[in-house]
């Protein structure tokens, strides 16, 4: 596993949330964490935005912090946020990741089979032109475990904040798992809304 340094912020890198893959601070995307090193970021720096090869580290610094303030810190806002195709595609992508979290599917799913058949069907029902529309959903594997991940951990922001306004029940139960690793399990009981 490769670690992010700090100095990889003058290609213009950040580190990722999952702290374990480089982030672009100028376009966003996510390298593999085995592109965690100098020669693959560079190349991603010369060839996406040549524009910025030699600038100082005050540039990226700023970037940086532009690129975190836009982090959507909310699920609600991702959703809201209509509008524009690329929004529409976004908020598309969300209600897929979450179809395929609910149906326990592998994360691959989106991009091998249901992209695939969805613009396979649109394309005889509606036709090639809005069939187009449709490939521009980001499934990827990796953006359907992202969208996961911030949602659950939107539940989880949503559930404590709850939890900090009134009083709550609480249970627990502690269980193994096939591979013998304690798990322990907590139910809250609360009152959300009026009674
Ligand atoms: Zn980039």
Same mark, same amino acid.
């Given at each position: ?7 990889? @912020?003058? +290609?213009? /890198? ?11 601070? #100028?376009? %966003? ?10 020669? !693959? ?17 005050? /540039? /990226? #610094?700023?970037?940086?912090? @532009? ?7 909310? #699920? ?11 929004? !529409?595609? $976004?908020?598309?992508? /969300?209600?897929?990741?979450?179809? &395929? ?7 691959? &799913? ?8 969805? #613009? ?13 529309? +449709?490939? $521009? ?9 992202? %969208? ?14 709850? +939890? ?12 193994? $798992? ?5 798990? @322990? ?11």
């Amino acid at each position: 596993m490769r670690t992010y340094l700090e100095s990889y @912020l003058n +290609l213009g /890198f950040m580190e990722g949330t999952d702290k374990t893959r480089p982030e672009c601070v #100028i376009c %966003r995307e996510k390298l593999a964490n085995d592109s965690m090193k100098p020669c !693959k970021m560079k190349r991603h720096q010369q060839t996406m935005h040549p524009e910025t090869v030699g600038r100082d580290r005050d /540039f /990226f #610094i700023k970037k940086q912090q @532009l690129a975190k303030a836009n982090k959507p810190m909310d #699920i609600r806002t991702a959703f809201v946020r209509a509008g524009s195709d690329v929004q !529409k595609a $976004t908020e598309a992508s /969300f209600e897929c990741a979450l179809l &395929i979290a609910k149906a326990k599917k592998p994360h691959n &799913i989106g991009e091998q089979l249901i992209k695939p058949a969805c #613009i396979k069907m649109v394309e005889k029902l509606c036709g090639p032109q809005v069939a187009e529309k +449709l490939k $521009t959903v980001p499934l990827s594997n990796n953006t359907v475990k992202d %969208r996961i991940d911030k949602m659950a951990s939107n539940c989880e922001l949503q559930l404590l904040e709850k +939890l900090g306004k009134g009083p709550f029940a609480i249970q627990l139960d502690e269980t193994t $798992t096939v591979a013998d690793e304690a798990v @322990l399990i907590v139910y809250v009981q609360y009152i959300d809304g009026k009674i």
